[in-house]
């Protein structure tokens, strides 16, 4: 069994930056594929990035070159830097434990000025 714990949200101006954190307890986080989503008020939770156990990654197409996952598996953590913010990346953002369907609670992120 694993939980994910989201944290690092925030306001934050147009242009700047956050880093969020995701830490899992239990076992299964080493060998698994992790990812973030994200849920904008009024709209459907949608993909934003992933990680495999090598640190192979992926990105939606309107996140890519301004956010950055990547993962400590010494601290069972997953990150996403966000870089380059945008009034449009306002959402709550969660992880996902890919191959046991496990969520996070979520974390606010705001981009406004």
């Known amino acids: 069994q694993v939980q994910l714990v989201e944290s690092g949200g925030g306001l934050v101006q147009p242009g700047g930056s956050l880093r969020l954190s995701c830490a899992a307890s239990?076992?299964?986080?080493?060998?698994?594929?992790m990812a973030w989503y994200r849920q904008a008020p009024g709209k459907q939770r949608e993909f934003a990035a992933f990680i495999n156990n090598n640190g192979d990654t992926k990105y939606s197409v309107s996140v890519k070159g301004r956010f950055t996952v990547s993962r400590n598996n010494a601290k069972t953590t997953m990150y996403l830097q966000m870089d380059s913010l945008k009034p449009e990346d306002t959402a709550v953002y969660y992880c996902q434990h890919i191959a046991t369907n496990t969520w996070g609670q979520g974390t606010q992120v705001t981009v406004s000025s």
């Open positions: 239990g076992s299964r986080f080493t060998n698994y594929a």
